[in-house]
Every structure is written in structure tokens, then in C-alpha cells.
């Protein structure tokens, strides 16, 4: 007759050694499926998504009502940017327009968004930024950008360009967030029709 502890008198330690053949079964199938792996240290930077957005802007600009920007940045060397993303979206409501966004890797390693529109600032501000209000302001050049986020999170610059409101957000430091305003504010507009 074997031996069974009543439920009651069961401890963590039971509750650990009942869990760790399924932790083990679950890190062996992982790694067959080579989808974990070990480095002594600490995380490594995946392959960044091959996307681009030379051809998405291009294509934003022939098909929206507003002038679409494609910012000059480096995308080679140290100092790379590597767009990784983009999409389309559409601000609903009072002060709503058609968004464009592009996503890139700053050299950092960071990500860095780049959302140009025809909403208005504060609708465009709402729909990324939700509840939270402009913090003050930065000068790049002679353009203002209006600084939107709380301490702790990751902060979103607004800039009115008359025709199209331009939102840089993400983890990079103020020089990420400087060289993305200017090489946005150096850009011409894409033209509207494909070139010949």
C-alpha cells in the first residue's frame, strides 16, 4: 500500500517537483523546434523584417490626398536605419484623416515610427498617444515639434507641416529622435504621379 500525503498538508515544494518534468518536456520540444536558444550573454538582436519603404511611400503619395515625406536616413555603416514595417490607417471621428506609417531600426537598435497624416494634431495625438497631453516643446532647425508622453513612457513629437501633421514615437534617445525631424523636415514631398 503506497503512502499519499492528504491535499492539505501539500507544500510548494510538492507543487515544484510536480511542475518540473512538464518545464522540461516543454524546453525539449522548444528545442527541437529550434525555437529557443541559449547565449551565456544575455539576448542577441534578431533579423530585422525586410520591408520597403521607398516603394510603400511612393505608393502612399500617388493614392492619399496629402503630401507623403520619404526622410533621407543612413542605411548603411554603423549608423544604419533599417525600415522593418508599415501600414495604413484611418482617424475616425472630428479632425480624422487618412495615416501613413512607416517603422524603421534606428542604429541604436531602437524602433522608431514615422506616421504622416491629414488629422488634425490633437485627433492625431489621441489615436497614439491616448490620454496623455503635450509635455512642452523641441526646436530642430526652425521647426517646432510638440512633445506628447509621461515620464516612463516612450515619448511622441508632433510637427504641422499646414497640409500634413508628421509624429515621430519610439525608445530612441533625443539624438535619434533630432536626426529622424530633420531628415523628415529636409525631405521634399513625393511626387503624386509615378515618375516616367
Given at each position: 500500500?503506497?503512502?499519499?500525503?492528504?491535499?492539505?498538508q501539500?507544500d510548494y515544494?510538492?507543487?515544484?517537483?510536480s511542475?518540473?518534468?512538464?518545464?522540461l518536456?516543454?524546453?525539449?520540444?522548444?528545442?527541437i523546434?529550434?525555437q529557443?536558444?541559449?547565449?551565456?550573454?544575455?539576448?542577441?538582436?534578431?533579423q530585422?523584417?525586410?520591408?520597403?519603404a521607398?516603394a510603400?511611400?511612393t505608393d502612399d503619395?500617388?493614392?492619399?490626398?496629402?503630401?507623403?515625406?520619404?526622410p533621407a536616413?543612413?542605411d548603411?555603416g554603423?549608423?544604419?536605419?533599417?525600415?522593418?514595417?508599415g501600414s495604413?490607417?484611418?482617424?475616425?471621428?472630428?479632425g480624422?484623416?487618412?495615416?501613413?506609417t512607416?517603422?524603421?531600426?534606428?542604429?541604436?537598435g531602437?524602433?522608431?515610427q514615422?506616421?504622416q497624416?491629414?488629422?488634425t494634431?490633437?485627433?492625431?495625438?489621441k489615436?497614439?498617444?491616448g490620454?496623455?497631453?503635450?509635455s512642452?516643446t523641441?526646436?530642430?532647425?526652425d521647426?517646432k515639434?510638440?512633445?506628447y508622453g509621461?515620464?516612463?513612457s516612450?515619448p511622441a513629437?508632433?510637427?504641422?507641416?499646414?497640409d500634413?501633421?508628421?509624429?515621430?514615437?519610439g525608445?530612441?534617445n533625443?539624438?535619434?529622435?533630432?536626426?529622424l525631424?530633420?531628415?523628415?523636415?529636409?525631405a521634399q514631398?513625393?511626387?503624386?504621379k509615378?515618375q516616367?
Amino acid at each position: 500500500m503506497s503512502y499519499q500525503k492528504p491535499r492539505t498538508q501539500h507544500d510548494y515544494k510538492d507543487l515544484f517537483w510536480s511542475l518540473l518534468p512538464l518545464v522540461l518536456i516543454c524546453l525539449v520540444i522548444a528545442g527541437i523546434a529550434s525555437q529557443c536558444t541559449f547565449s551565456a550573454k544575455g539576448p542577441t538582436q534578431g533579423q530585422i523584417p525586410n520591408f520597403d519603404a521607398k516603394a510603400a511611400l511612393t505608393d502612399d503619395a500617388r493614392t492619399l490626398s496629402f503630401p507623403v515625406r520619404l526622410p533621407a536616413l543612413p542605411d548603411n555603416g554603423p549608423g544604419k536605419w533599417t525600415p522593418n514595417s508599415g501600414s495604413h490607417d484611418t482617424i475616425v471621428g472630428a479632425g480624422g484623416g487618412a495615416v501613413s506609417t512607416v517603422g524603421f531600426i534606428s542604429p541604436q537598435g531602437t524602433y522608431m515610427q514615422l506616421t504622416q497624416t491629414n488629422a488634425t494634431e490633437d485627433a492625431l495625438a489621441k489615436k497614439i498617444m491616448g490620454n496623455q497631453y503635450a509635455s512642452g516643446t523641441e526646436q530642430v532647425g526652425d521647426r517646432k515639434w510638440v512633445v506628447y508622453g509621461d515620464p516612463g513612457s516612450e515619448p511622441a513629437w508632433i510637427t504641422d507641416f499646414g497640409d500634413v501633421r508628421v509624429l515621430i514615437k519610439g525608445a530612441g534617445n533625443h539624438d535619434i529622435f533630432t536626426t529622424l525631424a530633420t531628415a523628415v523636415d529636409n525631405a521634399q514631398p513625393l511626387p503624386k504621379k509615378a515618375q516616367q
